[in-house]
């Protein structure tokens, strides 16, 4: 469900066409749909509609301050997992009040950031942790609000290694039996009021089953906690809901509320959730332009060698992931009909699509059929608005690609693109210290 569609051999981000975009604002640029954003955050709000759940806004997928400003616009709270986010946050004009602050790190200057911007809860990672908040929390004189995030050692969250979060191997949250022993120790604080619930088992999870079984196994505990005498009125259940890499693949948003909402209902909790990559995934593009095609004689393969790499969008090379990729003008008999790793067109060549850094990683895709390329032609690398631009760096001095927001037949610079000078801004003040 995204606004990147091809009419007349051309792609168009709602009504602008984005090699006519390409042409103003060069490349390698990100261009994103509101209106898809907008469709996506409508259509989970409605889909867990029953349970009136705080729909959170995971920043850290796609941070851009116009970006933010829109979500924030239509009513979402903000999933934060530092200070920076939580300046975009304030910036952006969202409410405090449906702020929370995941992270196992946070340092006193970010906790006493968020205590003196009252906002709603902290998720808890650890012991130390806590009693860092409760004690900056004193100091201050003004109370915090904690959830405990649990670690509920979900059996197969179905993610990739570096991306789950839910099983007890990894830094996050406490297991429940640890989480019982937390609430019996820091349950009656007065400083940091504990009565809530966090987790988040990984990203992205391609079906409701791990939700299912994380949110029972949170509200067993609830309920012990709650006969024990303690006030647990909120269960945040965390993000990770996919979005669709390729045509069909990640459940609708229907789907997850459907198992969950069963699970959720009537048990006197407000609920909160963190969807991130689902609301801005198919809201965002990379376009780029092909450099060269390079033919390899002995491994007999084909490079499209584009100018953007793992430097702007860094998904493939982390986590071997896939995004699909199609020139931005095609015959008529290249028109896509779906987005998937295998397309069952006549006259496609394979190649892997590699970018400019000086790593044999820097692949954004290996053995992808394509229509003829040539030098000069714009690809558009899709679903590449959460966890693109965030995690986009400077790497072999390469300026940080332009950010676009398409409304209608409207474009807007959301973020110019960085210039040479902008590499060494901060490097020009050098002094003893
Ligand atoms: C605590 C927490 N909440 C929410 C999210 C958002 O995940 P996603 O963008 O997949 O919805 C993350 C992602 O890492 C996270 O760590």
Redesign the pocket.
Known sequence: MDHFTYRDGRLHCEQVALDDLADRVGTPAYVYSKQTFTDHYRAIVDAFSALDPIV?Y?I??CGNLHIVKLLASMGSGM?V?SGGELYRARQAGADMSKV?Y??VGKTDAEITEAIEAEIGWF?IESEAEFENIARLAEQLGKPAHGAL?INPDVADPRTHAK?T?GSKETK?GVDIARARRFFETYGRNPHCRLDAI?L?I????YSPEPYVDATARALELIDELRAGGHVIDTI?I??????DYESGKSPAYQEYADALVPLLRGKDLRVII????????NAGVMVTQVQYVKESTSAAKRFVIVDAGMHNLVRPAMYDAFHFIWPTRVAPEHTPPHRAAEMPLPGLETSDIVGPICETGDTLAKARDLPPVQRGDRLCVFTAG??GMVMASNYNAFPRPVEVLVDGERATVIRRRETYDDLVLTERDAHPV
């Open positions: 959170c995971s850290k997928s999933d997992v929370v995941a992270g998720n995030r991306t979060t996050f966090h988040h990984g990203s992205p999870i945040d965390g993000g990770g809901y996919a979005a963190e969807p991130g990559r689902t609301i801005a995934g959460a966890y």
